[in-house]
Nanobody, 124 residues
């Protein structure tokens, strides 16, 4: 299973970006997906999770109300719409997928498949 992220870049505070994660090599509708991020000198942290059906979506408190995770089966792609960005959102963003992560969707170790990451930089 291969995951390829895109959509990162430089944006001013208050701006928006949409990240994409194209998933191939497996049955897209068999995988749950998550977004994580890692800022310089910090551990990788959970951002958002989406279930296979898309009916369950969970977010870190720090992004709730600003970020939206979604998935498109026809395009086998998972998205992360990020609005009202602030400098604290600056990080490398990673997409992850697995067949099941149980209730611990927020733990990076629960995911077997990862993308290479895309850098998001928010200037003040």
């Amino acid at each position: 299973v291969q995951l390829v992220e895109s959509g990162g870049g430089l944006v001013q505070a208050g701006g928006s970006l949409r990240l994409s994660c194209a998933i191939s090599g497996g049955t897209f509708d068999s995988y749950v997906a998550g977004w994580f991020r890692q800022a310089p000198g910090k551990e990788r942290e959970f951002v958002a999770y989406i279930s296979v059906s898309g009916g369950t979506r969970n977010y870190a408190d720090s992004v709730k109300g600003r970020f939206t995770i979604s998935r498109d089966s026809a395009k086998t792609t998972v998205y992360l719409q990020m609005n009202n960005l602030n400098p604290e959102d600056t990080a490398v963003y990673y997409c992850a997928a697995d067949r099941s992560v149980s209730a611990r969707y927020y733990l990076p170790a629960r995911y077997d498949f990862w993308g290479q990451g895309t850098l998001v930089t928010v200037s003040s």
